[in-house]
């Protein structure tokens, strides 16, 4: 969901598809990436068509969490 504070109304609001939740939410660029909790996968929304699409199915949650997904390429956040 979107939600612009100034007028205090929602722009537009998008369902992923992601039965278990979403765990984390990173930008790039104008994308907007997401990994789904439980079966952990990484998505990613196209802005212009809000399309979702799987980056990639099944990746190990250890590894590839929030905050490794939110880090740039020095590591930071």
Do not use: C
Not at 30 to 35: A, C, R, S
Not at 56 to 77: C, F, K, M, Q, R
């Amino acid at each position: 969901m979107a939600w612009d504070p100034v007028a205090n109304q929602e722009l537009w609001r998008l369902d992923p598809g992601q039965t278990q939740g979403i765990a984390a939410l990173a930008i790039h660029g104008n994308y907007l990436f997401g990994m789904s909790r439980k079966a952990v996968g990484l998505f990613s929304i196209n802005p212009a068509t809000f399309e979702v699409t799987v980056v990639v199915a099944a990746i190990n949650g250890g590894w590839y969490s929030g905050p490794h997904i939110t880090a740039d390429e020095d590591g930071l956040p």
